[in-house]
């Protein structure tokens, strides 16, 4: 089961589903494996799971400045603003791109849970 976050550096947002486009909620097992990386207390175990077996695509999905609409792997760049965007008061070093998608993978957990 693939797993892509979309991500926006500009809105500071991660936001996780299925490959086909469809809700994580639609899959049990991904459902509570998301609910884990938001569980009380220490949770890099939870989302380090879910990085090494669902290997999340992380996607800039948005219209770009041409007014067309884009959907493509995000760099590491764009993923260190958008976690820079989230957690500015944060003293993690985000161009450690896999700290990075650690955290990205936490905010779409605690997204997950606001919808």
């Known amino acids: 089961m693939n797993v892509i976050i979309e991500i926006c550096p500009l809105e500071g ?6 490959s086909d486009g469809s809700d994580i909620a639609t899959n049990e097992q991904v459902a509570q494996d998301f609910a884990d990386c938001r569980a009380s207390g220490d949770n890099e175990s939870a989302c380090r799971y879910v990085l090494d077996i669902y290997k999340p695509e992380f996607r800039i999905v948005a219209r770009n400045g041409s007014g067309t609409y884009e959907n493509r792997l995000a760099t590491d760049a764009e993923m260190q603003a958008t976690c820079e965007a989230i957690y500015f008061e944060s003293e993690t070093d985000f161009t450690d791109s896999d700290w990075c998608k650690v955290y990205l993978i936490w905010q779409a957990a605690s997204e997950l849970e606001q919808d």
């Open 13 to 18: 947002r991660a936001s996780p589903c299925l």
